[in-house]
């Protein structure tokens, strides 16, 4: 970079070309070699030389035009390059001939810089005054006629997405490109249904219309036309069978992926070549063929990840063969990008991957362990890739959100477990009816079986004693929309305002305005467990900057009877098909969300916890949790158990 010295000094870029500080004053008299000088490199800086006279080096005559033309063919890549130029002192004068040291200061693409010295040589030989000899090596001593400066890239390693372990989640991975090459296919539509056949082995699905458009629109019959890049675990599957078909071609590589295709594909995002747009965006940084992030923490924290490329300045001349050859004149190297750190949990990543996996509907699971709110495995089904709904999703909670207004009934002493409370088939709130899942009535219970069966019309019921204000107080106490920062895009939830009785009934059991995502579910499911929220963490390198502060403590006599009452769920209630899981007991809460009035499909909901382990799972108009949420937390609980 200039030092502060130069500070005085004007930068303009224009036709490539330099601009002439005040140092230029200096001359060796009013008709000296300085003078001319000055004229020549003021004319260079305006694009006009025509002040100035020029010779060649044999004494020949040259135009001030033809002069400016090699200026900016010798400046090649640089000639749209902001250039600082200085004269080192005054010329030295030797009989007919004078030189003068010149100083050039490039700012090259990127905000490197490359200073050095050249030296313009002046004669007044067979003239009445000082005439610019012009030569290449005004622009570098190295350079001769038809020679030009020319960037050369150097693309920075990009770093790693590192998993809690500290080891690469996200890393250079072996892959193969398949392609064909049009002038080795013997039978276009066999070759097809053949690849067809090997890539729906490996649940990879190709668009034959368009592969077959590309190869009849090929120019060149040896062309390489890729048709998927496989991972090599992949492409090993397959390998024998597609490599005997004729027209087949490979190449192998390297690519930044996770262990597997849907590893936490939509929170991780993906490292793809640079679109059009990513060019457009930042044309200073990228290049065509450069890796860029796409989509989760590798697009936000590209420009930390990719690095900063370096460059080297070249001479390239053509050979009497017609090639090219590079001569290094200065090199800035690449500085390698920088890892970022993550609370992911390859095992139970995998294991949560496993489970959404086999849900057909678009699902999601966000698991977070309880002893330091760390983020372990954040799933979107059924292949991972699209929207991250586990943590940015706003969707009701349905009755996964009863666990919350329970908090808030025992805080206010509104309940006990044993206390009776009555549990109708219907119940009306200014108007407007309730209902309970399945019609079900169970008249006056415990309130813990209102609890462990979900009975709607028992919360409705004791909406008047939780009030809008312990519904929210009980939210905030479990962290529900509060501003979280974890280093990567959350939805904490939006509380409903509970302004009315009827929106107050509903958003006792999770319906009304009342929205969450599973991120969100699951961090309140961890705080019930620990006793006190402390909102989850994902990316710790960096570390976060506004991280939520701790909730308070919350108060035993509130969260004993809910975990007794979570559990009972499991033993007695809706969630009984988690009773055999293997490991720990499991405790938790069904949910069955309604998420358009009127319609009879709803999400389903199941948020619990395991041993350390707390998870949310949500499955979009999956009906009732019992019957899509809860077989995936047992999917999830049984492979994390293995």
Same mark, same amino acid.
């Given at each position: 970079?200039?030092?502060?010295?130069?500070?005085?000094?004007?930068?303009?870029?224009?036709a490539g070309l330099l601009l002439v500080t005040g140092g230029m004053a200096a001359c060796s008299g009013s008709d000296g070699p300085g003078d001319t000088l000055g004229t020549f490199l003021k004319g260079w800086r305006d694009g006009d030389l025509s002040k100035t006279g020029f010779v060649t080096a044999d004494?020949?005559?040259?135009?001030?035009?033809?002069?400016?033309?090699?200026?900016?063919?010798?400046?090649?890549?640089?000639?749209?390059?902001?250039?600082?130029?200085?004269?080192?002192?005054?010329?030295?004068?030797?009989?007919?001939?004078?030189?003068?040291?010149?100083?050039?200061?490039?700012?090259?693409?990127?905000?490197?810089?490359?200073?050095?010295?050249?030296?313009?040589?002046?004669?007044?030989?067979?003239?009445?005054?000082?005439?610019?000899?012009?030569?290449?090596?005004?622009?570098?001593?190295?350079?001769?006629?038809?020679?030009?400066?020319?960037?050369?890239?150097?693309?920075?390693?990009?770093?790693?997405?590192?998993?809690?372990?500290?080891?690469?989640?996200?890393?250079?991975?072996?892959?193969?490109?398949?392609?064909?090459?049009?002038?080795?296919?013997?039978?276009?539509?066999?070759?097809?249904?053949?690849?067809?056949?090997?890539?729906?082995?490996?649940?990879?699905?190709?668009?034959?219309?368009?592969?077959?458009?590309?190869?009849?629109?090929?120019?060149?019959?040896?062309?390489?036309?890729?048709?998927?890049?496989?991972?090599?675990?992949?492409?090993?599957?397959?390998?024998?069978?597609?490599?005997?078909?004729?027209?087949?071609?490979?190449?192998?590589?390297?690519?930044?992926?996770?262990?597997?295709?849907?590893?936490?594909?939509?929170?991780?995002?993906?490292?793809?070549?640079?679109?059009?747009?990513?060019?457009?965006?930042?044309?200073?940084?990228?290049?065509?063929?450069?890796?860029?992030?796409?989509?989760?923490?590798?697009?936000?924290?590209d420009a930390q990840l990719r690095g900063t490329p370096g460059q080297s300045v070249v001479i390239a001349r053509r050979t009497p063969d017609d090639q090219v050859e590079d001569s290094q004149l200065f090199s800035i190297e690449p500085v390698a990008g920088k890892p970022i750190k993550t609370t992911l949990d390859?095992?139970?990543?995998?294991?949560?991957?496993?489970?959404?996996?086999?849900?057909?509907?678009?699902?999601?699971?966000?698991?977070?362990?309880?002893?330091?709110?760390?983020?372990?495995?954040?799933?979107?089904?059924?292949?991972?890739?699209?929207?991250?709904?586990?943590?940015?999703?706003?969707?009701?909670?349905?009755?996964?959100?009863?666990?919350?207004?329970?908090?808030?009934?025992?805080?206010?002493?509104?309940?006990?477990?044993?206390?009776?409370?009555?549990?109708?088939?219907?119940?009306?709130?200014?108007?407007?009816?309730?209902?309970?899942?399945?019609?079900?009535?169970?008249?006056?219970?415990?309130?813990?079986?209102?609890?462990?069966?979900?009975?709607?019309?028992?919360?409705?019921?004791?909406?008047?004693?939780?009030?809008?204000?312990?519904?929210?107080?009980?939210?905030?106490?479990?962290?529900?929309?509060?501003?979280?920062?974890?280093?990567?895009?959350?939805?904490?939830?939006?509380?409903?305002?509970?302004?009315?009785?009827?929106?107050?009934?509903?958003?006792?059991? %999770?319906? *009304? $305005?009342? &929205?969450?995502? =599973?991120? @969100?579910?699951?961090?309140? #499911? +961890?705080?019930?467990?620990?006793?006190?929220?402390?909102?989850?963490?994902?990316?710790?390198?960096?570390?976060?900057?506004?991280?939520?502060?701790?909730?308070?403590?919350?108060?035993?006599?509130?969260?004993?009877?809910?975990?007794?009452?979570?559990?009972?769920?499991?033993?007695?209630?809706?969630?009984?098909?988690?009773?055999?899981?293997?490991?720990?007991?499991?405790?938790?809460?069904?949910?069955?969300?309604?998420?358009?009035?009127?319609?009879?499909?709803?999400?389903?909901?199941?948020?619990?916890?395991?041993?350390?382990?707390?998870?949310?799972?949500?499955?979009?108009?999956? %009906?009732? *949790? $019992?019957? &899509?949420?809860? =077989?995936? @937390?047992?999917?999830?609980? #049984? +492979?994390?158990?293995?």
């Open positions: 970079m200039r030092g502060t010295g130069r500070a005085g000094r004007i930068v303009a870029a224009m004494g020949s005559k040259i135009s001030a035009n033809d002069v400016f033309t090699q200026l900016q063919g010798l400046a090649g890549d640089l000639k749209k390059s902001s250039l600082l130029l200085s004269a080192e002192g005054d010329p030295k004068e030797t009989g007919d001939i004078a030189s003068a040291p010149v100083k050039l200061d490039w700012t090259l693409p990127g905000g490197g810089s490359w200073s050095y010295q050249s030296t313009v040589r002046l004669t007044k030989r067979n003239a009445d005054g000082w005439r610019v000899i012009w030569e290449p090596a005004i622009v570098h001593s190295e350079l001769t006629a038809g020679d030009q400066l020319e960037l050369r890239r150097k693309t920075a390693d990009r770093a790693d997405v590192l998993g809690a372990d500290g080891k690469p989640i996200v890393t250079q991975r072996p892959v193969v490109t398949v392609g064909v090459t049009p002038n080795r296919i013997t039978d276009q539509a066999a070759l097809f249904k053949e690849l067809g056949k090997l890539f729906k082995s490996i649940n990879v699905t190709v668009d034959f219309k368009q592969l077959g458009e590309r190869v009849e629109n090929a120019t060149d019959d040896g062309a390489f036309i890729d048709i998927v890049t496989l991972r090599r675990p992949d492409y090993d599957k397959i390998r024998d069978r597609v490599r005997a078909l004729a027209g087949t071609v490979f190449e192998e590589g390297q690519r930044e992926l996770a262990p597997t295709r849907p590893f936490a594909r939509a929170l991780l995002g993906l490292v793809e070549p640079a679109t059009r747009d990513d060019l457009d965006a930042n044309p200073e940084a990228l290049r065509e063929n450069d890796q860029v992030g796409h989509g989760g923490l590798q697009q936000r924290y390859v095992t139970t990543q995998n294991a949560a991957d496993a489970a959404v996996a086999k849900e057909k509907q678009p699902s999601a699971l966000v698991a977070i362990r309880i002893s330091d709110s760390s983020i372990v495995a954040v799933a979107n089904g059924p292949e991972g890739a699209g929207v991250n709904t586990a943590m940015t999703g706003q969707v009701p909670p349905g009755s996964t959100f009863k666990m919350v207004s329970t908090l808030g009934l025992l805080d206010k002493k509104a309940v006990t477990l044993d206390g009776k409370v009555d549990c109708p088939k219907t119940k009306a709130v200014s108007g407007r009816s309730f209902k309970n899942s399945h019609n079900m009535v169970l008249g006056s219970v415990p309130f813990r079986v209102d609890f462990a069966k979900s009975c709607n019309t028992a919360f409705v019921n004791l909406a008047p004693k939780l009030g809008a204000a312990g519904l929210q107080d009980a939210a905030t106490k479990l962290g529900l929309g509060v501003k979280w920062d974890l280093g990567a895009d959350a939805f904490s939830g939006k509380i409903s305002p509970a302004n009315t009785p009827t929106e107050l009934a509903a958003a006792t059991f %999770g319906q *009304g $305005a009342t &929205a969450v995502s =599973p991120l @969100a579910m699951a961090g309140a #499911t +961890a705080a019930v467990a620990r006793g006190q929220f402390v909102q989850p963490k994902l990316v710790t390198e960096p570390a976060a900057a506004s991280p939520a502060a701790d909730g308070p403590k919350l108060a035993a006599s509130s969260i004993q009877p809910l975990h007794t009452m979570m559990r009972e769920v499991v033993t007695e209630g809706t969630a009984t098909d988690l009773t055999d899981v293997p490991g720990k007991p499991v405790s938790g809460k069904t949910g069955t969300a309604e998420f358009k009035d009127g319609e009879e499909e709803t999400h389903a909901w199941f948020v619990g916890w395991q041993g350390d382990i707390a998870f949310a799972v949500m499955v979009e108009k999956g %009906g009732a *949790g $019992a019957e &899509a949420a809860v =077989p995936i @937390a047992a999917r999830f609980l #049984t +492979a994390l158990n293995k």
